[in-house]
């Protein structure tokens, strides 16, 4: 398995780089970013399996930042990094879809423990997308087939399952290659294998184009220059109670 990588969003050097010391000498892969503007950006460009996310930033605060990653990343773990320790914050920011809180100061021991903890809780990316479905044909990902129209079934490889996966599962946004090749084959710093991804995805298109015949379905679309996005006009169908809704209570304050 890949390294897991980290995105360590906060704006007092110090912190990010004793954080970031920390995270790699525990064998995680640290990216960092000093305000709010572009920590969303780079946990947008690059594959991350958690964010640590300072409250009070330049530019764009956490509570913002990670109301709009929300959008895009709906189970991305977050861990809060706050120097605010109030009742209030840590139940606005559990409320806005973080998975923990720390209050600063922390020691390297405790932020560990809960980077792990929650790491454990969403072991490989808790990943909702069941099935896609267009023109009468599905994409089963559970049992890593199609179910064309016409009655037949073919196969698709683990890799192949984990592409439309990884679309499925970030709908609104253009996937690089580099992101997918991250994702799918844990390959996290090569830019020369990105023709991989291109022949498969090439290879998966011909084998839906000719299983679905008459009603043809763009499972995929190119973006020049960019990478891949799900095709458009596509149902995805998700696993309830993946996200139990959060009921935290607040008084109105
Ligand atoms: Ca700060």
């Known amino acids: 398995m890949a390294r897991r990588r980290i995105l360590v969003v906060e704006d007092e050097e110090p912190i990010r780089r004793g954080v970031c010391d920390v995270l790699r000498m525990a064998g995680f892969d640290a ?10 950006k780079s946990a947008r460009a690059h594959a991350i399996d958690l964010l640590l996310l300072d409250l009070a ?23 809060i990094l706050s120097a605010r320790g109030s009742e209030l914050d840590r139940v ?3 409320s806005q879809g973080a998975d923990d809180y ?9 932020l560990l423990a809960r980077v792990e903890a929650v790491l454990r809780r969403c072991p490989e990316r808790p990943d909702p997308v069941q099935r896609i479905e267009g023109g009468g044909h599905a994409v089963d990902l ?17 890799m192949e399952t984990e592409i439309f996966r990884h679309l499925a599962a970030n709908p609104a946004r253009v996937i690089t290659r580099e992101e ?26 011909s084998k839906l184009v000719t299983g679905c015949g008459e009603s ?15 095709g458009s006009g596509l149902t ?8 139990p809704q959060q009921n935290v209570e607040t008084d109105g304050s």
Not at 184 to 204: C, F, P, Q, Y
Not at 236 to 243: L, M, P, T
């Open 180 to 205: 997918l090749l991250a994702r799918v084959w844990g390959i996290n710093d090569s830019k020369l294998e990105t023709r991989a991804v291109d022949m498969h995805i090439t290879r998966l298109r």
């Open 102 to 110: 720390v209050v600063k100061p922390f020691s390297a021991k405790e």
């Open 236 to 243: 995805v169908i998700r696993r309830d109670s993946v996200e």
């Open 57 to 79: 930033l330049p530019r764009l605060d956490g509570m913002e930042v990670l109301t709009e990653l929300r959008k895009t990343h709906p189970t991305l773990p977050v861990i």
């Open 31 to 40: 990216l960092e970013a000093a305000d709010g503007e572009s920590g969303l």
């Open 142 to 158: 559970d049992r890593c087939e199609v179910r064309f129209a016409e009655g037949e079934v073919a196969p698709l490889s683990e």
């Open 216 to 230: 043809p379905v763009n499972w995929i679309t190119t973006v020049r220059g960019k990478g891949y996005m799900m």
């Open 92 to 94: 606005q920011g559990l």
